[in-house]
């Protein structure tokens, strides 16, 4: 059954039940929902059952961060559904779910010509790509620009078709009826969802969804989230979580199923030139070797039967292009004081006549994404038809990498997906799809492939290194007329799409992106304050470490050097920190507010040397590049960090952030969000760094990592500013403003300016 643009359909359904379905979208797609016995599909998003459960479909992929409550929120809160009665399930990739907002911000990787033609989500360009490849990428804090309006709609209209089956038998008009606690009332009159449901398919929905007044939110007080605040709609996964059967990618479980441990050349153009299988001849529980072009496979009985026979054989691999930190470094140093640059913003007279009297330099070094859960996924090839569970955030993309990888059309790779241990990015990868669809071909059995935690370190790609400079003419008493903000980096965006779009092998993509300037790269330098003449600097460097993006972007370093520049020029020039940001914010009141509620929060006592507090504060937009007042689809957050230096050197003792992201939506999820954030900000600042040496990472184990761990983390403190405007997500904004704040707090409390990340290694 084909979903038409205003065609509105009633008829038996896969499994006896009945599919009501229109869309507005202007292509058409296979019905992506098939209604159960007694159940009927309402539309792409929303089926409700005679017993009355309503079930939300989730083209995202939930990896911590609270989507499969997000989303069946709004359509609840639309709907006027019973929370209790509110389901969600894995929606298969479809054209009907693309992200336009994230298509719309990627333009420039995936039609790098000319972006501005697709730069809207509305742009038919955007539009025509995100449908026509089934783009659903869960990525950047997309998901309520892209989705929020289309669970609305589809609450409102199922709604409505409610209320008019309900009307009729009343003999009143449907829209003098009201949905509330999944029943519809007129008068003394109620009807449960349960007992509408199947007559419900037989009305079709309003041209206009008649959505509430209101759209979904919560309040949210200036004195935060205390217990008797929390939020009406809990995490619909955190039951299956607590008793463990919610179905994470290592839990899949196929009958024959075999496991499989692997090796991977180190990352650079190595390739499998050498191993001896009769070393692991006496491997109890090894079933057969398998040789790709980079890796060596084991499969066993069980995964430690794999991992041993492959420690036995130690597999050796050729070299081609080595990668070692000494030369990344190297090369990094060269650009940003020589290499050719981009110029992605500019202000004024940009920094053509600028006479620096204040210059810094700051590092980056490459930091992995140490998720908790390391690569696994599960395939089983049978009669052509490849099947994969796989936690992927790019769904799609995966399924044409393995369908390439065996030669096989997409339409034959059928894809699970599964909850995600954490994520940061890491699931945006799609190698291991094509590693464990090989494998299940070679086996001619269901095949179970886990990285070993080594292994997610040698063939995983770490956030890019940067090395910047930042120089300034400032006046007598610390005004910046002029600043030039200058970045070094990989063009780590670029490389990704070619890898993500093009399917190209890391060299390959390395190599085809080579001196190309990066948007992306620089997100975030442009700063809020007003500086009349500015200009923001890319140079692209092309290095051997292939890399790719991380939670909190680009925005996580560039938010680090110049928040770190301008607490250094407030303090030369004796300007009290907060006062002197707020001095350049005229053309931000949101941010001012923020910074301003969180010296209150933390009883800010000017940051002067021994009182141990630092502070930063941002900016983070949905837009690439612009200058002037952020897009109101924009957040805010500002953070003072507490340290303190002591026997066992220093330490941070205190995390206070305010954050303005627009409407709230879940009050618990927002929260959920802006903790992790500053945690994953804090392990970033303190730690996640490794360095490479032939090509092979120097940290293995999660704890030469030098996360921070439950002893490590400090006090934290969070309130949200109260606000109208569009919803910005709260996933990514927590990370940016740690490591300045922290290494702010770090000068305070020891009078020692760190300017490298991680700021441990500085001290060392």
């Given at each position: ?98 992200n336009l907002p994230l298509a719309a911000r990627w333009a420039p990787l995936w039609m790098p010509m000319l972006p501005d033609l697709a730069s809207e989500p509305g742009d038919f360009l955007a539009e025509r790509f995100a449908q026509g490849n089934n783009f659903t990428v869960t990525a950047q804090g997309t998901t309520l620009a892209a989705y929020e309006m289309a669970c609305r709609e589809a609450g ?209 070094a490459p930091a992995v994404h140490a998720t908790i859960e390391t690569s696994c996924a599960t395939a089983r090839l049978l009669d052509g038809t490849l099947e994969l569970w796989l936690p992927t955030q790019a769904p799609e993309a995966a399924r044409l990498a393995a369908a390439r990888a065996l030669g096989i059309s997409t339409s034959d790779v059928v894809l699970y997906p599964v909850a995600a241990g ?323 707090a770090f000068f305070a409390a020891t009078g020692l300016r760190l300017r490298r990340l991680p700021l441990i290694s500085a001290l060392a």
């Amino acid at each position: 059954m084909q979903l038409t643009r205003r065609g509105i359909l009633a008829g038996a359904a896969l499994g006896g039940g009945l599919l009501v379905a229109w869309t507005l979208l202007p292509r058409q797609f296979d019905s992506p929902l098939s209604p159960s016995d007694n159940e009927v599909a309402f539309d792409a998003w929303v089926k409700i059952a005679a017993d009355g459960v309503v079930t939300v479909a989730m083209p995202q992929l939930e990896m911590g961060q609270g989507v499969t409550t997000l989303l069946p929120q709004i359509v609840a809160m639309e709907l006027g559904a019973d929370w209790r009665q509110v389901a969600v399930e894995p929606a298969p990739v479809s054209g009907a779910y693309a992200n336009l907002p994230l298509a719309a911000r990627w333009a420039p990787l995936w039609m790098p010509m000319l972006p501005d033609l697709a730069s809207e989500p509305g742009d038919f360009l955007a539009e025509r790509f995100a449908q026509g490849n089934n783009f659903t990428v869960t990525a950047q804090g997309t998901t309520l620009a892209a989705y929020e309006m289309a669970c609305r709609e589809a609450g409102a209209s199922a709604r409505a078709m409610l209320a008019m089956a309900a009307a009729e038998k009343w003999d009143v008009a449907w829209e003098e009826c009201e949905a509330e606690g999944g029943f519809i009332r007129h008068g003394e009159n109620a009807a449960s969802f349960a007992e509408l449901a199947l007559d419900a398919a037989r009305y079709e929905a309003p041209e206009v969804p008649p959505l509430r007044a209101q759209p979904p939110a919560e309040t949210v007080g200036q004195s935060g989230l205390g217990d008797e605040e929390r939020t009406a709609f809990p995490r619909l996964d955190l039951p299956s979580k607590v008793d463990g059967s919610l179905v994470f990618a290592a839990d899949v479980r196929l009958p024959d199923m075999v496991y499989a441990a692997i090796r991977h050349a180190p990352l650079d153009k190595a390739t499998l030139v050498d191993f001896d299988p009769t070393l692991a001849s006496g491997q109890r529980g090894l079933i057969q070797l398998v040789r790709g072009k980079d890796w060596l496979a084991a499969l066993g009985e069980t995964w430690w039967a794999a991992e041993e026979a492959l420690k036995k054989i130690a597999p050796q691999f050729s070299y081609v292009r080595t990668v070692r930190s000494e030369t990344i470094a190297d090369q990094l140093d060269e650009a940003v004081l020589r290499g050719d640059s981009a110029v992605f913003a500019k202000r004024g007279n940009g920094a053509e006549d600028l006479q620096s009297n204040e210059a810094r330099r700051y590092e980056v070094a490459p930091a992995v994404h140490a998720t908790i859960e390391t690569s696994c996924a599960t395939a089983r090839l049978l009669d052509g038809t490849l099947e994969l569970w796989l936690p992927t955030q790019a769904p799609e993309a995966a399924r044409l990498a393995a369908a390439r990888a065996l030669g096989i059309s997409t339409s034959d790779v059928v894809l699970y997906p599964v909850a995600a241990g954490g994520s940061f990015d890491r699931r945006l990868d799609d190698a291991i799809a094509i590693e464990v669809a090989l494998l299940a071909r070679e086996a001619g059995r269901p095949v179970q492939l886990t990285w070993s935690r080594w292994q997610e370190h040698v063939a995983s790609h770490p956030r890019m290194p940067a090395t910047g400079i930042l120089g300034a003419q400032v006046t007598a008493d610390g005004t910046i007329a002029t600043l030039r903000a200058r970045l070094a980096s990989p063009p780590t965006m670029r490389e990704f799409s070619r890898r993500l779009f093009d399917n190209k092998t890391s060299w390959a993509a390395i190599d085809e992106v080579s001196g190309e300037a990066d948007p992306f790269a620089v997100e975030g330098l442009d700063p809020p304050y007003a500086i009349p003449d500015l200009a923001v600097e890319h140079v692209p460097v092309s290095i051997a470490l292939p890399t790719a993006p991380m939670r909190g972007r680009a925005d996580a370093i560039t938010c680090f050097m110049r928040e770190s520049f301008i607490d250094e020029i407030a303090h030369k020039y004796e300007r009290e920190p907060l006062s002197y940001r707020i001095s350049m914010l005229g053309r931000d009141a949101r941010l001012v507010a923020c910074l301003q509620q969180v010296a209150r929060m933390a009883e800010w006592d000017g940051g002067a040397p021994g009182t141990g507090q630092g502070l930063a504060c941002h900016v983070m937009r949905d837009e690439v590049t612009g200058l002037g007042e952020a897009s109101p689809a924009s957040g805010r957050i500002a953070v003072i960090a507490t340290a303190s230096a002591g026997a066992g050197g220093v330490r941070v003792s205190r995390l206070a952030a305010c954050v303005d992201i627009g409407r709230v939506v879940n009050r618990d999820l927002a929260l959920q969000q802006i903790e992790g954030g500053l945690i994953f900000g804090l392990s970033l600042a303190l730690g996640s760094a490794t360095e490479y040496a032939d090509g092979l990472p120097t940290h293995g184990r999660l704890a030469a990592l030098g996360l921070p761990t439950l002893a490590d983390c400090p006090e934290i403190a969070v309130e949200f500013v109260s606000s109208d405007l569009p919803p910005f997500d709260p996933g990514e904004i927590g990370v940016a403003a740690v490591a300045p704040a922290v290494a702010n707090a770090f000068f305070a409390a020891t009078g020692l300016r760190l300017r490298r990340l991680p700021l441990i290694s500085a001290l060392a």
